[in-house]
């Protein structure tokens, strides 16, 4: 990908009068991390640098151009206005570029995996996102995983599955699951089945219990 550059300024306005911002169509933000002696308040424009960053992956390097002055980020968080979808905030941690640094990465699915048109087995995703450490300039937007190595119904890719260059480090645990392929519709008939074999077992057995209180209650009257 291009390089990613968001432009922006300082801001005075702070707390909840942010919102008067927000009214004139900009995007309160802050800045930290490497090289920078304490958090910096920035303003950005709302629509552009949406737009911008709706292009962007978690682990993609986001350059903050700030009084002239170019930070090398990684977007650690948004808040989000989830009713008018739209952006309230961001955290924008400054990296060294040659120190390596832990990003979120997006987990992709590619292949055909053999097992659903040979069983109608049914591929369900596991993990979307994956944790690498790695320099900033070397984190991938996404790993793919692929899935045409899955032959049976049952067949799965595990994270220790991968395999990955040199320069990345996996954080996650190498057990977990990216991908399997299940048997879900036939799992669900034979519960189906099991149930009302269960439900028939206990009518008949209730049957036999009230055919017993009946006597029972004859008898009394007797």
């Not at 937007?141 to 067949?155: N, T």
């Given at each position: 990908m291009d390089k990613i550059l968001v432009d922006a300024e300082k801001r005075e306005v702070i707390g909840k009068k942010?919102?008067?911002?927000?009214?004139?169509?900009?995007?309160?933000?802050?800045v930290y991390g490497y090289g920078v002696d304490k958090p910096i308040a920035i303003v950005l424009k709302h629509r552009e640098t949406s737009r911008t960053l709706s292009k962007a992956e978690s682990s993609s390097l986001i350059t903050v151009n700030l009084d002239g002055k170019e930070y090398p980020t990684l977007v650690r968080e948004k808040q989000w206005d989830y009713i008018k979808r739209s952006l309230l905030h961001i955290d924008f941690q400054v990296v060294s570029m040659t120190e390596k640094v832990a990003a979120m990465v997006r987990v992709e699915l590619v292949g055909l995996a053999p097992a659903i048109s040979t069983f109608g087995a049914i591929l369900i995703s596991g993990l979307n996102e994956i944790e690498?450490?790695?320099?900033?300039?070397?984190?991938?937007?996404?790993?793919?995983?692929?899935?045409?190595?899955?032959?049976?119904?049952?067949?799965?890719?595990?994270?220790?599955?991968l395999e990955l260059s040199d320069k990345l480090t996996l954080l996650n645990d190498p057990n977990s699951m990216l991908a399997v392929t299940s048997a879900i519709e036939e799992e669900i008939v034979e519960e189906v089945d099991a149930l009302e074999a269960l439900e028939g077992e206990e009518g008949e057995e209730g049957e036999g219990v009230e055919g017993e209180e009946g006597e029972a209650t004859e008898e009394a009257a007797e």
């Open positions: 942010v919102k008067v911002l927000r009214r004139k169509g900009l995007l309160p933000a802050v690498i450490e790695a320099l900033p300039a070397d984190l991938p937007e996404s790993l793919e995983v692929d899935v045409s190595g899955l032959e049976k119904i049952g067949d799965t890719v595990l994270i220790r599955d």
